[in-house]
C-alpha cells in the first residue's frame, strides 16, 4: 500500500454522478481530482471538476499523471458472502440443495480463527482486485480485523441460525445469540469506517424468538443494519409458509418481528407481490439484486421495472458464492441480461449509465451511505478505481469505435473484467492491485 501526502491532486478522465439520487453522469475528459486527509484521519475528495480550471489553484499539490485512464467512484457490492468465498463455482439443483451440500459444510470450517483469517485475507485481495471498495457481507471478528487493517469500508455482522442447520453452525440458544450480537455491535460497529449488520440467515433458520429478538436489537440500534434474504426461490418460499403460517407473505415475516426499516438490505427480493413492494419502499428498506447468483441457480429473474415503479430502492450485488464472479462488470452484464428478458411486457433494456449507478452511487443510496462512498462528488471518502481503457486488445478496438460515453461504458461493462481495474485507491492509499493480474 503506498500512501499519498494529505492533500494529492489525480490527472485522469473524470466520471461521477453529480446528484446521487440520480443516475445521470458527469464526464470529464481531462479531469482533475484532489483528495485531503482530514482531522479524523479519513481521506476525502475535496475538488473535482476540468483539470484547466482547477489546475492553478492547486498546482502546489503532488500530482499523479493517469492521463489515457479513467477514473470513477469504487464499486459498492451490497451482498456478498465471504465465508463463501471457497463454494463459488459449485454446482446444484437450486438453492435449498446448494445450501445443504456445499455452504454449510463450508461455513462450519470457519470456527478455525487460522482458516478464517486467511479466507479474509483472500477475500479483500480479490475484493480489491476487481475494484469493490465497499461491500455488504456476512461474517464477524476475521472479516473486520482484515477490513480495519486495509482502511476498508465494510459492514458485516455474525450469522443468526438457530433451527433447520447442521451442528457446529447452528446457535446453542435464541437468547447466547443475541447477546453476542450486541457485544459485536459495541465492539465494532463506527469503529474507523466499519459497520454493523444484525444477520439472520434467513426466516427458515431463525426460530420466532431470535427474530423477534433481532428486531428488538434492531430497534434499540437505529443505525446499525440489517441484512438477509427474502422471496429468492420458490421451495424456499414455500418453507416459509409453512413455519410462518400466519405472516401475510415472506417479506411479512421480517415486517412482523421489527427487521423493515431503513437500512434493512434484503437480498434477490424476485417473488415479491405489489403489497410487498409498496412496504419496502415505504419502510425504507432496500433490494440486493443478485443476477449472477439467480441466474446460476435458476431462482428467477428480478423485475427492474416493477422495482421503480413501486419506487423500491435496490442495487446491485455479487452474491458470491451463489453469484459467479467478484467482478461487477460481470454483474452488470448480468443485470442488463435479466433486464432484456421481460422487455415488451414489464421489462426495460437498462441503460450502461443506470446499471453503473446501481453498483456505485445508487448502491450507496440503497445502504444509507449517500454523500459518503460509491461517488466521486465533494466530501466522499477518496475510494476510486483507475480503468484502463485499453485493457485487452478487443477492449481497445470497442473503446476506439464507440460514438458516445455510453457506448464506451457499455463495452467495458460487457467486455470487462478485473484486467480493466489498473490501480484501486482505497482510504486516499494506492493499492498495488495489477501486479496478481493474469493477462
Known amino acids: 500500500m503506498q500512501a499519498v501526502s494529505d492533500s494529492h491532486a489525480y490527472r485522469a478522465s473524470l466520471l461521477w454522478f453529480p446528484d446521487p439520487d440520480s443516475d445521470q453522469i458527469h464526464f470529464e475528459t481531462d479531469g482533475l481530482l484532489v483528495t485531503t486527509r482530514g482531522a479524523d484521519g479519513v481521506a476525502r475528495i475535496s475538488a473535482i471538476g476540468d483539470h484547466r480550471t482547477l489546475e492553478t489553484a492547486h498546482a502546489h499539490l503532488p500530482l499523479t499523471d493517469w492521463r489515457g485512464h479513467w477514473i470513477a467512484p469504487g464499486f459498492v457490492d451490497t451482498h456478498i458472502h465471504y465465508a463463501q468465498t471457497d463454494v463459488i463455482a459449485s454446482p446444484a439443483d437450486g438453492l435449498l440443495p446448494w445450501l445443504n451440500n456445499y455452504t454449510f459444510p463450508q461455513e462450519t470450517r470457519f470456527a478455525d480463527p487460522a482458516h478464517a483469517s ?39 455482522g455474525r450469522v443468526l441460525q438457530d433451527r433447520h442447520s447442521p451442528d457446529g453452525l447452528r446457535d446453542s440458544s435464541a437468547t447466547q445469540s443475541l447477546y453476542e450480537t450486541e457485544a459485536l455491535i459495541a465492539r465494532w460497529h463506527g469503529v474507523d469506517r466499519l459497520g454493523y449488520a444484525i444477520t439472520p440467515r434467513f426466516a427458515p433458520t431463525s426460530s420466532e424468538a431470535q427474530l423477534r429478538g433481532a428486531g428488538e436489537l434492531a430497534a434499540a440500534h437505529p443505525d446499525v443494519w440489517v441484512q438477509s434474504r427474502v422471496a429468492e426461490n420458490a421451495d424456499e418460499i414455500r418453507w416459509v409458509a409453512k413455519l410462518f403460517p400466519h405472516a401475510r407473505s415472506y417479506l411479512g415475516v421480517y415486517e412482523d418481528m421489527g427487521l423493515l426499516r431503513e437500512r434493512s438490505v434484503y437480498a434477490h427480493c424476485l417473488h415479491l407481490d405489489a403489497n410487498d413492494r409498496d412496504l419496502m419502499a415505504e419502510r425504507g428498506a432496500a433490494g440486493a439484486v443478485c443476477p449472477t447468483s439467480n441466474l446460476f441457480l435458476d431462482s428467477g429473474f428480478f423485475d427492474f421495472s416493477l422495482a421503480q415503479s ?34 415488451g411486457q414489464n421489462g426495460r433494456s437498462l441503460s450502461a449509465q443506470h446499471l453503473w449507478w446501481l453498483h456505485t452511487a445508487g448502491a450507496a443510496k440503497a445502504l444509507g451511505l449517500s454523500g459518503v462512498t460509491g461517488n466521486l462528488n465533494a466530501g466522499c471518502e477518496a475510494d476510486f478505481i483507475v480503468l484502463n481503457p485499453q485493457a485487452t486488445p478487443l ?33 486516499g492509499h494506492v493499492l498495488e492491485v495489477h501486479a496478481s493480474h493474469s493477462n
Not at 319 to 326: K, L, P, Q, R
Not at 395 to 421: C, N, T, Y
Open 118 to 156: 486467511a479466507v479474509a485475507a483472500f477475500f479483500f485481495d480479490e475484493l480489491m482486485r476487481h475494484g469493490v471498495t465497499t461491500a455488504h457481507s456476512a461474517s464477524v471478528d476475521a472479516f473486520f480485523t482484515q477490513a480495519q487493517g486495509r482502511h476498508l469500508r465494510m459492514i458485516s
Open 310 to 343: 413501486h419506487q423500491l430502492l435496490h442495487a446491485l450485488a455479487s452474491d458470491v458464492g451463489g453469484g459467479t464472479s467478484f467482478s461487477p462488470f460481470h454483474t452488470m452484464h448480468a443485470a442488463y441480461t435479466v433486464a432484456r428478458q421481460s422487455v
Open 395 to 427: 477492449l481497445s478496438r470497442r473503446i476506439a469505435a464507440a460514438d458516445s460515453l455510453q457506448e464506451q461504458q457499455f463495452a467495458m461493462i460487457v467486455l470487462g473484467d478485473d484486467r480493466l481495474v489498473e490501480h484501486v485507491v482505497v482510504d
